[in-house]
């Protein structure tokens, strides 16, 4: 069973938005963008967002991430679990949030590493 290790709930009643400039946004798609392509294990849809599993390895720059994504885009909610040498991340918005998810974490048809 993974070992949880940090949970970030959605500010209630929050805005389907994200504080950064467009510049600001641009530069956490590319940190995003990075971790994935390079850290990126598999990523499936669940209910309300997406569930991907990463190498244990980049948990700091994943725990970093979280933390800057939750303070400019407060309508996610962020579940981080440790099973061994994996890491497994389960992000969920609001109905009108998921694009936001998809467009940050990719879809279930993007391609999987094993």
């Known amino acids: 069973?993974?070992?949880?290790?940090?949970?970030?709930?959605?500010?209630p009643d929050a805005a389907i938005?994200?504080?950064?400039?467009?510049?600001?946004?641009?530069?956490r798609g590319g940190d995003w963008a990075e971790l994935l392509?390079?850290?990126?294990?598999r990523r499936e849809d669940i209910e309300g967002?997406?569930?991907?599993?990463?190498?244990?390895?980049?948990?700091?720059?994943?725990?970093?991430?979280?933390?800057?994504?939750?303070?400019c885009c407060s309508f996610f909610d962020f579940r981080l679990a440790s099973d061994d040498e994996v890491l497994r991340l389960e992000v969920r918005a609001p109905a009108?949030?998921?694009p936001f998810v998809d467009a940050l974490f990719g879809t279930s048809e993007a391609s999987?590493?094993?």
């Open 96 to 98: 009108e949030g998921r």
């Open 1 to 11: 069973m993974p070992e949880p290790l940090r949970f970030i709930e959605a500010a």
């Open 49 to 71: 967002g997406a569930r991907l599993w990463f190498r244990a390895e980049v948990r700091e720059d994943l725990e970093r991430l979280i933390e800057a994504e939750s303070a």
């Open 17 to 27: 938005a994200c504080t950064l400039t467009a510049e600001g946004m641009r530069e």
């Open 37 to 41: 392509r390079r850290w990126r294990l």
């Open 112 to 114: 999987d590493r094993a």
